[in-house]
């Protein structure tokens, strides 16, 4: 017997992901879910995924394996500098623009990763902002938000492998990342200098209301999007919007460069970047 859910076991755990999270799971994502799902059967002592379907849902074990199962389906990749285009035009636009425009006696830059993930998006932009602005005069503040309280827990710790830092330029290695004392174990953490810029919290982005400030100078929300129906990704972005303030730069993933496209409140100045004008 293959180790498959049942059709109508996937089926239920695709209507409640995607009620809860946003996230579609058709078909084709079947062998990815199952995949990632079969460390949950090992970690409950089960036999196999048709055991574990029933667990959840014909005996009661839901609730209690609810936050592991969004945690193991919503998971995905993330990179130091990805798209690096963005971060260009962090340091050579979007901040000294922020400042120009910022109200006298408020020199604080906030910034929201909306799909933190295991913080490397956050922590890229604490690297770049750190290196553009005078702290002392333009404290730095950056929130940085996921569904998955695994990968919370993760980016809090701001400890990741040597290989996934590679794309971090070799000057900001060695001014905000310390390596392991024990080589072999091949891992770095972020400096504490950075780590105390930035807050991770839980955020489900198909919520009503998002418990932040209304004063982000910028948001990212990058490569989250792709996953959510065109209504969901309006609403999601209506949404992301009130928490701008005016003049302030929305930042949406290259796969995303039309999501944005119909804000009102909001004029395009790149493909993939919006900027909030009223």
Not at 136 to 145: A, D, E, F, M, V
Not at 153 to 174: D, G, L, N, T
Not at 235 to 240: E, G, H, I, S
Request: aromatic residues 8%.
């Amino acid at each position: 017997m293959l180790d498959q859910l049942k059709e109508e076991h996937f089926l239920k755990l695709a209507r409640l992901i995607e009620d809860h999270s946003g996230i579609k799971l058709p078909a084709v994502k079947r062998t990815m879910v199952e995949g990632r799902l079969r460390k949950r059967v090992r970690h409950l002592g089960l036999s196999n995924l048709h055991e574990y379907g029933n667990a959840i849902f014909n005996e009661g074990r839901l609730n209690d394996e609810f936050i592991h199962l969004i945690d193991c389906v919503t998971t995905n990749k993330t990179d130091f500098f990805r798209e690096p285009e963005h971060f260009d035009f962090l340091r050579g636009q979007a901040i000294p623009e922020v400042l120009r425009n910022r109200p006298s006696g408020d020199g604080r830059l906030r910034f929201w990763s909306a799909a933190a993930s295991i913080g490397a998006e956050a922590y890229t932009i604490a690297m770049v902002a750190a290196d553009t602005v005078n702290m002392t005069k333009h404290p730095i503040s950056i929130l940085g938000t996921d569904i998955s309280t695994e990968t919370i827990v993760h980016a809090r710790r701001a400890v990741y492998s040597s290989e996934m830092i590679e794309s971090v330029p070799e000057p900001f290695q060695k001014r905000y990342l310390m390596r392991a004392r024990n080589a072999a174990r091949g891992e770095v953490r972020i400096v504490p200098e950075l780590r105390q810029l930035a807050t991770f919290e839980h955020l489900n982005l198909m919520d009503v209301n998002y418990p932040a400030d209304r004063n982000f100078d910028v948001i990212f929300c990058r490569n989250v999007l792709i996953y959510f129906a065109k209504a969901t990704q309006d609403a999601v972005l209506r949404r992301l919007c009130l928490h701008l303030r005016k003049g302030g730069f929305l930042i949406l993933g290259h796969s995303e460069s039309l999501a944005g496209a119909a804000l009102g409140d909001m004029n395009q100045v790149a493909p993939t970047i919006f900027q909030r004008w009223r």
